[in-house]
């Protein structure tokens, strides 16, 4: 089971961005996808939640109204649609999977996913 992010880079403040994540080993359209973010220097934090049927959709205070997560048509992708990105929004992104749904209030712990990808690094200038 690999998870592969890709689409960080360098950006300039107010620009947008897309994320991608695709998922490979098995059939995950019946798993939850989340994507996280690991600045320089701090812990890794939750950014957003799809659930595994595409409805529900949770997101950090920080990035509601600015980010978007999607599917996929073939469900084994999930985006990460940033506009107006600012320079507080440089990390590395990760996305993960869950074989089932979370409640609200557990999306944003990071054990409780079960696969991780390997990063994207994006970088906002001022």
């Known amino acids: 089971v690999q998870l592969q992010a890709s689409g960080g880079g360098l950006v300039q403040a107010g620009d947008s961005l897309r994320l991608s994540c695709v998922a490979s080993?098995?059939?995950?359209?019946?798993?939850?996808m989340g994507w996280f973010r690991r600045a320089p220097g701090k812990e890794r934090e939750f950014v957003a939640y799809?659930?595994?049927?595409?409805?529900?959709?949770y997101y950090a205070d920080s990035v509601k109204g600015r980010f978007t997560i999607s599917r996929g048509n073939a469900r084994d992708t999930v985006y990460l649609q940033m506009n107006s990105v600012k320079p507080e929004d440089t990390a590395v992104y990760y996305c993960?999977?869950?074989?089932?749904?979370?409640?609200?209030?557990?999306?944003?712990?990071?054990?409780?996913?079960?696969?991780w990808g390997q990063g994207t690094q994006v970088t906002v200038s001022s």
């Open positions: 993960a999977a869950r074989a089932n749904n979370l409640v609200m209030s557990a999306v944003r712990r990071p054990e409780l996913y079960d696969y």
């Open positions: 080993g098995r059939t995950f359209s019946n798993y939850a």
């Open positions: 799809i659930y595994t049927g595409g409805g529900s959709r």
